[in-house]
DNA sequence: GGAATTTCCATGCATCCGCATCGAAAGGCG
DNA sequence: CGCCTTTCGATGCGGATGCATGGAAATTCC
């Protein structure tokens, strides 16, 4: 195994500081108008586009951990926001289902979680290039080793 | 403020996703084999390549959060890697050097953190793609409105 | 010089995460 | 069927994080 290049490094260190900062961008702006993370509004939009679904496929869709997606279905469930109930054909699980509240949280999210991106990625991105950099990050957002 | 483009929420899942994955993967690896967390490199190497230095520097040079590198100096000072020395000229704050530990500690995690990053990025960007890659991230690395 | 402000670092508290593990159900296999 | 392995989801526990705040020293301003 080589080492890295300096350009690997380089592309290491931009790729880190660049996610980390447009996430806390993010973060903060839905936590400043008193709106919930943005992993809620992925669990919001994948159980809304996908429908409802059980944790596992919810897992695998978003690539969290199992015992983080647990708990965190677990405080949406408490804020209301979805619903879990048994699942036909397997007593193991459950089966997720947005509540209205669930429906008009995501839409309530969109709006400021959007202009979060804009302001983070979007207005600091040539169109052209934003294209360019998902066509880059594409391999890097797969599984390693699969 | 426009809302996002396609393009600009094709990169931005992308750049959270790739940016996950790659740390996850190099967190991961350094912990299979016994060493502190990749944050831990981050500020041993500082320390080394700029010299002693306070706590405050430290931040602005690896834009972390006031707290957590307080409380990150705590745990790698409880584990031998690092002092903290009253600041001569600031009775307020204190010096951070490196001790021995410390530097062979960095020195023993660079062999490690190096093949993961190869392994998580290297090993999967093109040469030319990865210069192309770190020239797109560097606008988004920089802070927000500054 | 003295008061108000700002900078520097630590910390209480609640929350969240990571790891390991557990209980229960499903599936595989003789 | 009875046993063994795998999958599904929850959770105890220690530790890390985020937020707010605190205290102390430095700086600014009059």
Do not use: F, N
């Not at 429906?103 to 360019?132: C, F, H, K, Q, S």
Request: aromatic residues 4%; hydrophobic residues 45%; neutral net charge.
């Amino acid at each position: 195994m080589a080492l890295p290049a300096a350009t690997t490094l380089l592309a290491w260190t931009r790729l880190l500081r660049a996610a980390d900062v447009a996430g806390q961008h993010c973060a903060a702006t839905l936590r400043t108008v008193g709106l919930p993370p943005p992993e809620w509004y992925d669990v919001l939009l994948a159980l809304e586009r996908s429908g409802a679904q059980r944790p596992r496929d919810l897992q695998t869709r978003l690539g969290t951990e199992q015992y983080a997606l647990s708990r965190l279905i677990e405080r949406m469930a408490k804020a209301g926001l979805v619903t879990r109930t048994p699942c036909p054909d397997d007593a193991r699980g459950h089966t997720l289902a947005l509540t209205i509240q669930g429906l008009a949280m995501r839409a309530a999210m969109w709006p400021i979680y959007a202009e979060a991106i804009e302001t983070a990625l979007g207005a600091r991105v040539a169109e052209e290039d934003r294209a360019a950099l998902a066509r880059l990050l594409a391999p890097l957002a797969e599984p390693i080793s699969g």
